[in-house]
């Protein structure tokens, strides 16, 4: 199937932890996004990488370290863990940055 | 139905009835508009987008206005049915940005 796929679909991790999101698209898109929802539903962007390059980079804490071995690949890693991450990760890719997006089905983070 | 953006985040219609959902946008630069679906435990859902040149787009059984006059969005949903249940999100792009800014979302919920 086509589409963007992220792992894990749930992580349960404790406070202080280092942890990894993996994002997959074969779509052949050159864009891929790192979105964070919160429990109010709230869907705010985190980073952007067009083609490996870094193209957005919101105010993240520098404990959130995006990488793009590939443009079919952003990965997410998360460390030092604190209970405010807890949210819903949505990974997301698009043909350009001028069309629509098409998402992952989400990782839900819980940080004890 | 109908519902006002951020002052009505969820809105309740008969089953068989139509959905307007609106959206109020920050900035009169946003030359590209989205309307997202989110079910349950899954990642926003591309439905229809618009361009700023226009002011009316049809899909099947939804239909997205554009009034850049008062900075305002709304989808039209057609004959509700129990799988619209959901909670959509408007979503812009500033001319020239390469991100999606999206809006707080409207829950919709069908009445049998």
């Keep these: 199937d086509t589409a963007v796929s992220q792992t894990p679909k749930y992580l349960v991790t404790q406070m202080g932890n280092d942890k990894s999101i993996k994002c997959e698209q074969n779509l052949g898109h050159d864009t891929m996004y790192w979105y964070k929802q919160d429990s109010k539903k709230f869907l705010k962007i985190m980073f952007s990488y067009n083609n490996k390059e870094l193209i957005i980079n919101e105010t993240v804490p520098n404990r959130f370290s995006p990488k793009s071995p590939d443009k079919a690949h952003l990965n997410l890693h998360i460390n030092s863990l604190e209970l405010g991450d807890s949210a819903v990760y949505f990974c997301a890719s698009s043909q350009d940055t001028d069309y629509g997006y098409t998402f992952g089905s989400g990782t839900r983070l819980t940080v004890v | ?112």
Aim: charged share 20%; aromatic share 8%; hydrophobic share 35%.
């Design chain 2, 1 to 112: 139905g109908e519902s006002v953006g951020l002052h009505l985040p969820t809105l309740s219609v008969q089953e068989g009835d139509n959905s307007i959902i609106n959206c109020a946008y920050s900035n009169s630069a946003s030359d590209y508009f989205i309307w997202y679906k989110q079910e349950s435990g899954k990642g926003p859902q591309f439905i229809i987008d618009i361009r700023s040149n226009m002011d009316k787009r049809q899909g099947q059984r939804v239909t997205v206005l554009l009034n850049k006059t008062v900075k305002h969005l709304s989808l039209q949903i057609a004959a509700t049915q129990p799988g619209d249940s959901a909670v959509y999100f408007c979503a812009e792009k500033m001319q020239g940005a390469q991100k999606l800014v999206f809006g707080q979302g409207t829950r919709l919920t069908i009445n049998p």
